[in-house]
């Protein structure tokens, strides 16, 4: 389990924000961003409520009581009326939260042509499956 100054600085750095913009968008100072990210000062409530709208993610989760997972899980749950999730479709969706560029490539390949995609699909199997051979 994370405590929120890890999970507030993930979450930041997922959204390539610099303290400085995190805290503008606050209305805090830059010091006390950082002071929440390193564990020597915990925000108050109303901007405990701020971050957690800013982020669209639950109090629970960022005070480090709800894994990424379980979140993700609920959410889904709510959106689609269903539990029956499985667990590698949120390890994915965990792992494009946490990287970026992997979850810009991925949007591009769903936005390609259906032939194209198919085929840059084909590409990226073959590739994980000699990565995978050779571990």
């Known amino acids: 389990m994370t405590n929120l ?3 507030l600085k993930q979450l930041r750095k997922q959204r390539r ?10 209305n805090v100072s830059r010091s006390q961003i950082s002071k929440w990210e390193n564990g020597s000062l915990l925000p108050d409530v109303q901007s405990l409520e701020k971050l957690c709208q800013l982020f669209d993610v639950s109090a629970d989760f960022l005070l ?8 993700l899980l ?4 709510d959106i689609y009326g269903t539990a029956d999730v499985h667990e ?7 792992y494009l939260l946490h ?6 490539a991925v949007y591009a390949l769903a936005k390609l042509p259906d ?21």
């Open 5 to 7: 100054g890890e999970t």
């Open 17 to 26: 924000w610099t303290q400085e913009e995190l805290a503008e968008q606050l």
């Open 64 to 71: 480090g009581g709800e894994t990424r997972q379980r979140e």
């Open 74 to 77: 609920r959410e889904v749950t």
């Open 88 to 94: 590698t479709v949120l390890a994915a969706l965990d």
């Open 99 to 104: 990287n970026q560029e992997m979850s810009e």
């Open 115 to 135: 032939k194209k995609r198919k085929h840059v699909e084909t590409m990226i199997m073959t590739i994980v499956k000699e990565c995978s051979e050779l571990m």
